[in-house]
């Protein structure tokens, strides 16, 4: 099993990325993904999260900027970050969790990890 984001950049504010995760022995159809992000000296925290049915949740601080989705066909997970921040400087990280849960952000309630994607804004 194995995810592996891309798509990172650096950008300056205003900006849009779209940031991919590829997924490897793992279905997106029907597990919990999210989105997390990660600043130098903080916490990991959610971004973005979606599950089998399509639910999507998203942390305030990203609400009505960032966009997640999935392309089950090709077991990918996306982010669209519109209107990008200096604050949304981090290394973002794509999580899968338990088939068939509802959609959450809580880095508890995922347990596979990828590598991560940087994506700064100046």
């Known amino acids: 099993v194995q995810l592996v984001e891309s798509g990172g950049d650096s950008v300056q504010a205003g900006g849009t990325l779209r940031l991919s995760c590829a997924t490897a022995g793992y279905s997106v159809r029907s597990r919990r993904m999210a989105w997390f992000r990660q600043a130098p000296g903080r916490e990991r925290e959610g971004a973005a999260g979606i599950d089998s049915g399509g639910g999507t949740i998203y942390a305030e601080s990203v609400k009505g900027r960032f966009i997640i989705s999935k392309d089950n066909a090709k077991n990918t997970l996306y982010l669209e970050m519109n209107n990008l921040k200096p604050e949304d400087t981090a290394m973002y990280y794509c999580?899968?969790?338990?088939?068939?849960?509802?959609?959450?952000?809580?880095?508890?309630?995922?347990?596979?990890w990828g590598q991560g994607t940087q994506v700064t804004v100046s």
């Open positions: 999580a899968a969790g338990p088939a068939w849960a509802r959609c959450s952000i809580a880095t508890t309630d995922f347990e596979i």
